[in-house]
């Protein structure tokens, strides 16, 4: 079940939530500050995935996607993305962006199923542990271009 996060009550579990899925994992703290600015929400499923966005100006953001990785493959992501998407929406967004790293051929593919199209680079975007930095791809999706569904 998807549902917003109650924050900052929740923002331990978001961290949680971020640490299976990234090392290292965002705190408590930094995900609540995000979450409690000016547009933002946040959407958690169990204690397996959650998705950080925020919208305004006819815009809105993914500002991370998290999901546990023995959780991965099997849908969550996409259904965090297009809750997320309804919920832009109905803040006025009109399109959403993100930035991933040009490695993570898994999102790149989610993002691609869901709706979004490739639109710049940002070349060293992403710093990596014991290796050269990695390019972030910045990607845009129309919301009105169609509904979001998990039937689409």
Do not use: K
């Not at 959407?43 to 305004?56: K, N, T």
Request: proline share 7%.
């Amino acid at each position: 079940m998807i549902r917003p996060a109650d924050l900052p009550q929740e923002g331990a579990l978001l961290a949680q939530i971020h640490a299976l899925a990234f090392s290292p994992g965002w705190a408590a703290p930094e995900l609540t500050r995000l979450a409690s600015g000016p547009g933002a929400f946040a959407l958690v499923s169990d204690e397996s995935g959650l998705i950080l966005c925020r919208a305004g100006g006819g815009e809105a953001e993914i500002i991370t996607l998290a999901v546990d990785p023995a959780r991965r493959r099997q849908g969550l992501g996409r259904a965090l993305v297009e809750a997320a998407a309804i919920l832009a929406r109905d803040h006025g967004a009109e399109a959403m962006f993100l930035e991933v790293a040009e490695s993570n051929l898994a999102a790149l593919a989610l993002y691609a199923r869901t709706g979004f199209e490739t639109v710049g680079r940002r070349p060293g975007y992403y710093s990596q542990t014991g290796g050269p930095p990695v390019d972030a791809i910045v990607m845009r999706w129309h919301l009105n271009s169609g509904p979001a569904s998990p039937y689409s």
